[in-house]
């Protein structure tokens, strides 16, 4: 069965703003060399704009939308999370611990999530209320009743583009070439008890089986004085797990700003050309 290659998201977003890494997030997976080419766009409100009804307008300001929110000032997506997390509560009846209470919900109503699950009949599996809860909240159904949510008025977006790459790890764990890439990918593994478990499972066999020899066990003295280690590992072996660690452990992430200055999209009013021609005629 191959190895499951890690991955991690990355959400970007305006430092002071609300964001949710389940939303719009960006996904970066082992083995890559991967660029993030960010352009920001600070979309802004001209007074008059600002003088229109919400209905005219079709958007929110951060001061407007639900008082009684679980955030202090209003924004597109906080909202939706709000009306998400109170769908999947119900649902499952529960919520994370790590999560806020959405307003609305009585707290002696709601239980943790916990990701054991319990059948009454023994030897059945049965979905954890975590699993039933995460489920919830990734559904599409969860914005079905999320109409309150208005776009925001004024905000800044990150316009992206990925280049990708493979990393080449013949280069990244060369002998010969740089140290610090084989340090950068070897360093966890060296000062865990990474380096003693492998040695351990090695000479509990009797022997120790090196790349171009066999040693018995009564020779580990000298295999661990006259071969070169590197890490823990005999040099080669440390390459070759150097190699490992940047295939399905490890990725490199650059990011780029295409423009030195922000890009500013101002909202206003459309006035037609019959009330351009009456304002002329004035």
């Not at 890494?21 to 960006?26: A, D, E, I, T, Y």
């Not at 039933?132 to 990734?138: L, S, T, V």
């Not at 990244?172 to 610090?180: F, K």
């Not at 865990?192 to 020899?213: C, Q």
């Amino acid at each position: 069965m191959p190895q499951t290659k890690g991955r991690a998201a990355i959400a970007i977003n305006e430092y002071l703003s609300y964001y949710n890494v389940r939303m719009n997030s960006l996904d970066i997976i082992a083995g890559q060399d991967v660029t993030i080419k960010i352009k920001p766009v600070h979309h802004v409100a001209s007074e008059r704009f600002k003088s229109l009804d919400v209905e005219k307008r079709n958007c929110l300001f951060h001061d407007e939308g639900n008082r009684n929110s679980m955030f202090n000032s209003y924004n597109f997506k906080a909202c939706q999370f709000e009306c998400r997390l109170s769908y999947a509560v119900g649902k499952a009846g529960c919520l994370p611990w790590d999560y806020v209470l959405p307003s609305g919900i009585e707290s002696e109503n709601v239980t943790m999530c916990v990701s054991e699950s319990v059948s009454p009949v023994p030897g059945q599996m049965r979905e954890s209320n975590l699993a039933r809860f995460e489920r919830a909240m990734n559904s599409n159904e969860s914005l079905g009743n999320c109409s309150a949510c208005m776009p925001n008025c004024e905000e800044v977006t990150y316009e992206t583009q990925l280049v990708i790459f493979d990393l080449d790890v013949e280069d990244l764990c060369n002998e010969y070439g740089n140290w610090n890439t084989i340090d950068l990918a070897m360093r966890d593994w060296e000062r865990t008890s990474s380096p003693t478990t492998h040695w351990f499972n090695e000479l509990s066999i009797g022997n120790y089986k090196g790349r171009y020899k066999t040693y018995n066990l009564d020779h580990t003295t000298t295999v661990i004085t006259y071969t070169n280690i590197s890490f823990g590992l005999l040099t080669k072996e440390a390459l070759a797990m150097c190699k490992h660690k940047y295939k399905y452990e490890v990725a490199r992430l650059s990011v780029q700003i295409l423009e030195p200055e922000v890009t500013q999209i101002k909202k206003d009013v459309r006035i037609s050309f019959s009330d351009q021609l009456g304002v002329i005629g004035e």
